[in-house]
């Protein structure tokens, strides 16, 4: 069943594809075999991943870049990491609003992921969805997600480029500098360049990355103007620019190394976990082990000791 899904997926359709996404991001026990028969068709795809404040312009941005790239004659899949906020459904609905037009053409698909309820698998269901993309046949893949916290940088090790933005009123000590989100950043852009203070960013940002002695790959500052489309064709280039380089460089294998490696230890690691977890808790261990270090007669880590000895295998 999940096999011919899978080939349907491989034919282009979308239906199938929807449904597919949907088992990965509730992690059903039929994702898994879908998975493995999309695997091999994958390793294909550019992954560029978009991360900036909230409102910076992310998704107009990844919109216009959308369209060029459809221009060009490339296909794109977009994925949005929406942030478990009372806004986030307003967020989508503004989302599809603006991407209408890319909506209805078939070489585009768009998907919005919600971090909520995520038990620390964002960044693996986010993977995954990457992964169905990129085997459907898909050029690029777009990812947005907030740079807020943690998933800024979980994104960096799925994409090959990441697009850190800035805007301007974001406050003159620049946020982003203080939260250390340039320092994954392939590519710099300072969005709504048409506001008065952009200028100042821009600067700002010229002479924080002065100092980075970086060799190989230089960090391009570009500025873009999203809803109307201005510096898009540039900002393209530059992730083509990036891209070459990685294959030159040999970055690029080093990169699929690193993360052949982190989807491995990521995927072992839950599954000893749920393992474990159903064993002790079948056999009523785990909550023996709870009242243990409530009523102090153990601390947490010789309880976890006790866990993985007793029950793990
Ligand atoms: N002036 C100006 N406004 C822009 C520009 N790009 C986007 N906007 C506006 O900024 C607002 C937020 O844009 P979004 O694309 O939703 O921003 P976002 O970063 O995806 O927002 P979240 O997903 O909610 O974090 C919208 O009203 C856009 O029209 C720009 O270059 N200049
Ligand atoms: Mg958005």
Redesign the pocket.
């Known amino acids: 069943m999940s096999g011919d899904i899978a080939q349907r997926v491989l034919e282009g359709d979308r239906r199938a594809l929807t449904r597919i996404l949907t088992w990965v991001e509730n992690g059903y026990p039929e994702a898994r075999d879908a998975l493995r028969s999309l695997f091999p068709h994958t390793g294909r795809a550019h992954i560029v991943g978009v991360t900036?404040?909230?409102?910076?312009?992310?998704?107009?941005?990844?919109?216009a870049l959308a369209r060029e790239y459809r221009n060009m004659g490339r296909s794109v899949g977009i994925v949005?990491i929406?942030?478990t906020s009372p806004?986030?459904h307003g967020?989508i609905l503004?989302?599809r609003i603006?991407m209408q037009d890319l909506t209805s053409d078939p070489e585009v698909f768009i998907r919005s992921m919600a971090t909520r309820g995520a038990l620390g698998g964002l960044a693996a269901a986010t993977n995954d969805v990457v992964t169905v993309l990129d085997a459907c046949g898909k050029d690029v893949v777009l990812v947005?997600t907030?740079g807020a916290g943690q998933d800024e940088v979980e994104i960096a090790d799925t994409a090959h480029t990441t697009v850190v933005?800035n805007i301007p009123g974001a406050g003159d000590d620049m946020q982003a500098i203080k939260a250390g989100i340039l320092e994954i950043a392939d590519i710099l852009v300072v969005?709504?360049?048409?506001?008065p203070a952009a200028e100042s960013v821009f600067k700002q940002l010229h002479i924080f990355m002065a100092l980075d002695r970086n060799e190989g790959w230089q960090v391009p500052i570009l500025k873009?103007?999203?809803?109307?489309g201005?510096g898009i064709i540039e900002l393209l280039q530059a992730i083509d620019d990036h891209r070459a380089y990685l294959e030159k460089s040999g970055r690029l294998d080093q990169m699929r190394r690193q993360r052949a490696r982190r989807q491995l230890l990521a995927a072992a690691q839950a599954d000893l976990l749920s393992n474990l977890l159903s064993a002790a808790e079948s056999n009523g261990r785990l909550d023996k082990l709870v009242d243990a270090i409530v009523d102090r007669e153990l601390d947490p880590h010789t309880a976890a000791e006790k866990l993985i000895t007793s029950t793990g295998n």
Do not use: Y
């Open positions: 900036g404040p909230t409102g910076s312009g992310k998704s107009t941005l990844l919109g949005a929406d942030p806004f986030s967020a503004g989302d603006r947005e907030v933005i969005n709504k360049a048409d506001l873009t103007v999203s809803h109307k201005q």
